[in-house]
């Protein structure tokens, strides 16, 4: 791979792509390519806001449990037996298997550029942080998505440990 490109993660149904590529600060920023539009890096928020649209129609505690099953089997690199079983998991949405496959796979790709970042203390549980606090405990994706920002890494580190993770 040479620096500046983008790498397939996922190519969906509707014709969508999932990517990483160069962003702001490294190489592993995430794209999604939606048919007829720009390429763009989906944002906390929205991917939190589509986590607790789903929830409102398949339960909060299904959702977070699926959430959790890829968390669980997220490492440095995207790969395909993770891609699979979101893919199985997100059958069992029905009407909403499309967008449930969506939202899991921008937020595997996210967990896995989080393992990536030279920088990062808290890696993935960052990511689950804000999805606990938006399916859990009923935070506004909006305030979810803010919370980490500004904050020392240990306090963060604290706040998912008392969380259990």
């Not at 007829?36 to 991917?47: C, E, F, I, K, M």
Request: aromatic share 10%; hydrophobic share 40%; with cysteine.
């Amino acid at each position: 791979m040479s620096v500046g490109e983008r790498r397939l993660i996922q190519r969906f149904a509707d014709g969508s792509v999932l990517e990483f590529g160069p962003g702001e600060f490294d190489d592993w920023c995430v794209f999604l390519t939606r048919p007829g539009q720009p390429a763009y890096a989906p944002l906390d928020r929205d991917y939190f806001a589509g986590l607790r649209q789903l929830a409102t129609r398949q339960g909060n505690y299904k959702v977070y449990d699926d959430f959790v099953q890829v968390f669980e089997r997220t490492g440095p690199e995207a790969c395909e037996p993770v891609l699979k079983l979101v893919a199985t998991l997100s059958a069992s949405y029905r009407r909403d298997a499309f967008d449930a496959e969506l939202v899991l796979c921008i937020l595997y790709a996210g967990m896995v550029a989080e393992e990536n970042k030279a920088q990062a203390k808290l890696k993935k549980r960052i990511k689950r942080l804000g999805v606990h606090q938006v399916l859990i405990e009923g935070l506004p994706p909006e305030v979810a998505a803010e919370f980490s920002k500004g904050r020392p890494w240990q306090e963060l580190d604290e706040e998912c440990k008392r969380r259990g993770f």
